[in-house]
């Protein structure tokens, strides 16, 4: 592995990306701006030229109606608003403001409850940060977004939350038995291509009520720079790829373009830094994962010049709470999540516990 100091691998990775990116348009980005999409631009480049990073998943959810369901496919003359650096939109209400509101206004129309109806037990498993990880403040934001949506969808019910990080047992056991009743987050299927799925996806379409997207992740995927796999332009040049992939993560973004083994070989170690490492040294031809979690990786490792992302690949997902069919209460649990989490996009409160998590997760990262 390479040792340069921070500032080199900073310089190498910028001109190494310019060697890779599609050119960045001439117009200025600046964070806390409207910007106006030229032709050449990605979200990728738009993001470096504004923060100095790849990282584009803030301005993906600053943008999700305008960019559409593929961040692929910028239109030229979109408007797309540039948070600000702390993630904050440029109309002058800050992310705290919005979130201290929404908690005014709920806190006045909450009702007690009478009689007695049991606790709420969600689930949820830890080393995902920021997604979820007990050592976060909140336990990482998706936690925070369920507890959240609980109250602003109505619930009087008492609730706890624990963190079991035997991910895989979360479906396979703690809900169907009873043990928990909702368990955070999960990627949802394409359940009108059933027929492609493998049999822990297709559990999901049969088994589980899924609430309506908590979080809507970019999903990367990654290979060596200067690789055969760096500039392909579609899913079937996979075929025949090892392919990394977190042991207990889904793979549906894979099987719903047709690829599963043994078109594909998986390797499963347990964690970001492990895949994008099987990517370095050659144990893996590409790794897929969120675009928060593989750029955390890189940047971690110090190898931003090394492993890029595959541009053409990048899809978006979602992320849903998910309560099992056999719990009496499943559905009544699902529509109240979904009704707290419509009204956080709506009134903001959404965006701005989102963005304030992010913020604090990439100032810690720089930090160490």
């Known amino acids: 592995m390479l040792t340069l100091t921070r500032c080199a691998k900073t310089a190498l990775a910028a001109t190494v990306a310019a060697a890779i990116w599609t050119p960045v348009a001439a117009t200025a980005q600046e964070a806390c701006t409207t910007y106006e999409v030229q032709p050449g631009d990605s979200l990728g480049t738009i993001a470096f030229a504004a923060y100095g990073t790849y990282d584009y998943q803030l301005i993906f959810n600053a943008n999700r109606n305008t960019v559409g369901p593929s961040p692929n496919n910028l239109q030229v003359g979109s408007l797309l608003t540039l948070p600000c650096e702390d993630g904050a939109l440029n109309d002058g209400q800050s992310l705290d403001q919005i979130i201290q509101q929404q908690r005014v206004i709920n806190q006045a129309r909450r009702s007690d409850s009478t009689g007695y109806k049991p606790p709420i037990r969600m689930v949820s498993g830890s080393n995902w940060a ?10 990482g934001f998706v936690p925070i977004l369920a507890r959240t949506a609980m109250e602003r969808g109505g619930n009087t019910r008492p609730y706890s939350l624990h963190y079991v990080n035997d991910w895989g047992s979360h479906l396979e056991t703690l809900l169907p038995t009873g043990a928990f009743d909702v ?28 609430s309506v997207p908590v979080y809507e992740p970019v999903q990367a995927y990654f290979t060596r720079a200067g690789s055969e796999y760096a500039n392909i332009t579609s899913f079937d040049q996979l075929k025949g790829a090892r392919v990394c992939r977190m042991e207990g993560y889904s793979t549906n973004d894979l099987e719903e373009e047709g690829l599963a083994p043994p078109d594909i070989t998986y390797i499963n ?5 492990e895949c994008i490492e099987a990517v370095l040294f050659g144990n893996a031809d590409i790794t897929n994962m969120e675009l928060q979690s593989g750029t955390d990786a890189i940047t971690k490792l110090g190898v931003s010049a090394e492993v890029v992302e595959i541009p053409s690949l990048a899809k978006v997902l979602s992320l849903s709470f998910m309560a099992h069919r056999s719990n009496p209460n499943a559905r009544e649990f699902i529509t109240m999540l979904n009704r707290g989490l419509n009204e956080m996009r709506e009134t903001g409160e959404w965006y701005a516990i989102v963005s304030n998590a992010l913020n604090e997760h990439n100032k810690m990262l720089l930090s160490q």
């Open 183 to 210: 368990t955070m987050a999960w990627f949802t299927p394409d359940c009108d291509k059933y027929d492609m799925l493998s049999g822990p996806m297709r559990d999901r379409c049969d088994n589980f009520l899924a």
């Open 269 to 273: 170690p347990t964690l970001p830094e």
């Open 130 to 139: 920021p997604f979820s990880d007990e050592s976060l403040d909140g336990g």
